[in-house]
């Protein structure tokens, strides 16, 4: 039992250390500005595309709805605001971008369970992206 213990115990941070933390402002902007993101849940269900612009805008399209967002980095963060109505005035939610250094184009997103509660509505507390090639068009 105890053999089994330490052996969980070392494997949980290997599994957890594929993905690498990216929080260099110049990184983030070259990851996820001007490049289209096709947003996925948890479970590989498609989520959105979404293209962000470099003033700070954003097109968010999911299957039933389109809408605008606002991006920031703020201390290493991902921060957006999604432009969904006035329950969501004033919320940012911030998310820390992280790199699967085994694939070049796949990043995920996680938030924290504080990030997560700022939301009026529920919203997913990690989200995997596909980047595509720099474009200027739409995703």
Not at 42 to 47: D, H, V
């Amino acid at each position: 039992m105890r053999i089994a213990l330490a052996l969980l115990a070392l494997a949980a941070p290997a599994a957890h250390a594929q993905w690498i933390d990216v929080t260099d402002p110049a990184e983030l902007r070259r990851i996820a500005v001007g490049r289209p993101i096709e947003v996925f849940l948890e479970n590989g269900q498609p989520g959105a595309g979404v293209l962000h612009r470099p003033d700070g805008t954003a097109t968010v399209t999911a299957p039933v709805l389109q809408w605008g967002r606002d991006w920031a980095i703020r201390d290493g963060k991902w921060c957006t605001h999604e432009r969904l109505g006035p329950d969501w005035r004033d919320v940012w939610i911030c998310s820390t971008v992280q790199r699967n250094p085994a694939e070049p184009d796949r990043y995920r997103t996680v938030r924290t369970d504080a990030e997560v509660a700022k939301a009026p509505q529920p919203v997913p507390k990690v989200l995997y992206w596909k980047v595509g090639p720099a474009t200027a068009g739409r995703p």
